[in-house]
């Protein structure tokens, strides 16, 4: 994969933002690399105001979803809710679940089996639900592709509300688009083109927030009721990979405060199982530790095992449940590290713009994974396919540059199912339609050469000199990190590595010793990539000079890294050091 980096070059004037906000000019930079521009939007990022929260009632169609609900509620009808398999699934299930349940609702949930079911509902959910006697069918995080499925409900006397924050499907003619929104009761989907609500970025766990925000204010429940949602809005927002700016920001800010104080039993039993610190928390663990574990229960078995355990109020069970779902996303882990490595192999030697991977004995549930990690690998909108029970199934992951969901509509006669958004899609086609796929979608690939380049933009051309405990203290405020407002990247060049340490049980850590060209020294830290790292060292500066660096003699080796500073903690002692992310 080839990279340019970059460096952010936006302008403001940054000492009238530290002195104004309090803030040092190098985080006024960060804000302001951000696109975070005017006072009040630069007040907003550095405080978590919940109030800032848009109304729900902005939602086109949140007033009839609260009114049949209300109805429904009332006369005791069952209310079914049919949420998806992933973390924003289970979560945006168990906030309508645990919220309506406290309204006294008759109401129950149903998580699609991914390889029986596949993704949101089907006829088969319908005709059980019916059978069943359910009135109500509430979807979450899923719905707004189901026109067919809407109409068949319909047609049976049911009634349809669907929460869902996917792409509103489309038929394009002559450039111009025709939306095909399925005819429910209530859509509460803030994607639609006629939608007022401002913020367009929600995951579907927050919409269901959002619909439980108008029920509950509707039924005279305080705030406090509401904000113990927070959490499980903030995982989902981390795990779906929206991005962390407005609405979506604070609501992760806050997640993470009100889960230190949370008792409920189903969370904080899985919290413990991963060994974590629940005073301690970040995005990072939402998105790499606990999210992962929920998915698992969805990938391997059924996702009915994470809603369970977020339902659960006996601690014994809550454990046992918790601990299956750990269990699972290890063996999950093992499949994924197994399956990335041949898809890496394959597309190697691939010219394509857009691969297409068909990995015939993979289990369907880690494909959107597999793909995730070939298109960080090659930088290339990437689609792995699997054998499914009905021809093939996939998942896709994109880049910046390439919006998957319109790209696929443009192929949709050669699939028998999709949905999705710009960065990530799901597909089902007929295995025969493969090579066509791939085919078609290079064709209408407009990515230049130039847009399958990484593109590395550095915040700040940052000496290590300027980095003390204050200035790491303060990059607390630019936290929580994820998809659109990622951790401060900083770069320094001319770092002669004065030594060099190989640790860890794998030697996959770098420990070494840089100085700068002002002869301030610190320690540097690289994990992961430890072999592509001392290849590179080998390739530019020889073996000899290597081993001079690893035996900490005064040798040539010189490099230009980026970096994110912290202090570590070890032993009782505290130092401050760089991580090293890229380098050349």
């Known amino acids: ?170 038929e394009e003619t002559d450039g111009k688009r025709e939306y095909i929104v399925p005819n429910a009761d209530a859509v509460v989907n803030h994607k639609q083109a006629d939608c007022p609500y401002p913020f367009k970025e929600l995951c579907g766990a927050m919409v269901a927030y959002q619909l439980i925000s108008a029920l509950f204010e509707t039924e005279g429940i305080g705030k406090n009721e509401l904000y113990k949602l927070l959490p499980y809005a903030a995982i989902a927002t981390v795990c779906d990979v929206v991005d962390l700016k407005g609405e979506n920001r604070i609501i992760v800010k806050q997640g993470i405060k009100k889960l230190k104080d949370c008792n409920d039993i189903g969370i904080n039993a899985l919290i413990n199982a991963c060994k974590l610190d ?178 590395v933009w550095i915040d700040i051309a940052l000496p290590l000199e300027y980095i003390t405990m204050d200035f790491v203290n303060q990059l607390e405020v630019i936290k929580p990190y994820g998809k659109g407002n990622e951790k401060p990247v900083f770069a320094e060049k001319n770092l002669k590595i004065i030594s060099l340490q190989i640790l860890g049980k794998s030697g996959n850590v770098i420990k070494m010793v840089v100085e700068n060209q002002n002869h301030y020294r610190m320690t540097a830290v690289k994990f992961n990539s430890a072999v592509d790292f001392m290849a590179f060292l080998s390739e530019k500066f020889g073996e000899e000079e290597v081993n001079k660096a690893l035996q900490g003699q005064k040798n040539n080796l010189e490099i230009m890294a980026t970096y994110y500073p912290e202090i570590n903690e070890y032993n009782g002692r505290i130092n401050l050091q760089i991580i090293i992310d890229r380098f050349c």
């Open 278 to 455: 629940k005073n301690n928390l970040s995005s990072y663990q939402f998105g790499f530790v606990i999210g992962p574990c929920l998915n698992a229960s969805g990938r391997l078995d059924t996702a009915k095992r994470a809603t369970e355990l977020l339902d659960c109020i006996d601690t014994q069970k809550a454990e046992v449940l918790a601990k299956e779902l750990v269990e699972l996303n290890a063996e999950r882990k093992d499949m994924t590290n197994e399956g990335a490595m041949t898809a890496i192999e394959m597309a190697q030697d691939m010219d394509d713009k857009v691969l297409v991977l068909y990995l015939k004995d993979c289990h369907e549930s880690i494909a959107g994974i597999i793909a995730g990690r070939v298109r960080e690998k090659y930088n290339k909108p990437t689609f792995v396919l699997t054998d499914a029970e009905q021809g093939v199934k996939g998942s896709g992951r994109s880049i910046e540059e390439y919006d998957m969901y319109s790209e696929l509509t443009k192929v949709k006669s050669l699939l028998t199912k999709f949905g999705g958004h710009k960065m990530a899609a799901g597909i089902s086609l007929e295995e025969k339609n493969i090579d066509l796929f791939r085919k078609m979608l290079n064709e209408n690939c407009n990515l230049t050469e130039e847009d399958l380049y990484l593109k």
């Open 1 to 170: 994969m080839k990279e340019k980096w970059f460096l952010q070059t936006k302008r403001a004037d940054f000492n009238h933002i530290s002195e104004k906000f309090h803030i040092s000019p190098v985080i006024a930079r960060i804000i302001r690399n951000r696109d975070v521009i005017c006072d009040e939007d630069i007040y907003n990022y550095l405080n978590d105001d919940l109030e800032k929260i848009s109304s729900p009632w902005l939602f086109k169609d949140m007033d009839k979803a609260v009114d049949i609900l209300r109805i429904k509620i009332s006369h005791e009808s069952k209310i079914r809710i049919i949420c998806d398999y992933d973390v924003d699934g289970i979560t945006s299930g168990y906030i309508l679940l645990r919220s309506l349940k406290k309204l006294g609702a008759n109401i129950d949930l149903v998580v699609p089996r991914r390889i029986e079911d596949g993704y949101g509902i089907n006829e088969k959910l319908i005709k059980n639900a019916y059978d069943s006697g359910i009135d109500t069918i509430l979807t979450c995080d899923n719905g707004i592709s189901a026109y067919n499925q809407v109409e068949y409900a319909k047609s049976l006397g049911m009634n349809i509300i669907i929460t869902d924050h996917h792409e509103v499907p489309f």
